[in-house]
Nanobody, 125 residues
Framework: QVQLVESGGGLVQTGGSLRLSCAAS????????MGWFRRAPGKEREFVAG????????HYADAVKGRFTISRDIVKNTVYLQMNSLKPEDTADYYC??????????????????WGRGTQVTVSS
């Protein structure tokens, strides 16, 4: 019933930027904290960034803090991940997730109820 669709991934050189978008269907977007996760080849899925239901609070993994920015547009039902100063270590499939009725975003992926199919980000050296 709730669908999340990521877009904006691609190939970029080290130091470049990408902006990922996650379009959410339904009205539950306003009732959900949102998060971005990623899975690099051969590694487990990890938390990247999260934003509260109201958009007033954000959280970032240490590896991306200062380089990535998460935001949400309530009217457009869309959450964004602006990625700057990209590194080869950022290469991964990036997933958008929604935690229904959660006021704030947690780092545990089991807290999230809905997931997108992912968008690939490749950072070349």
């Amino acid at each position: 019933q709730v669908q999340l669709v990521e877009s904006g991934g691609g190939l970029v050189q080290t130091g470049g930027s990408l902006r990922l978008s996650c379009a959410a269907s339904g009205r539950t977007f306003r009732d959900s904290a949102m998060g971005w996760f990623r899975r690099a080849p051969g590694k487990e899925r990890e938390f990247v960034a999260g934003i509260s239901r109201s958009g007033g609070s954000t959280h970032y993994a240490d590896a991306v803090k200062g380089r990535f920015t998460i935001s949400r547009d309530i009217v457009k039902n869309t959450v964004y991940l602006q990625m700057n100063s990209l590194k080869p270590e950022d290469t991964a499939d990036y997933y958008c997730a929604a935690a229904w009725l959660m006021a704030d975003a947690g780092t545990n992926d089991r807290e999230y109820d809905y997931w997108g199919r992912g968008t690939q980000v490749t950072v070349s050296s």
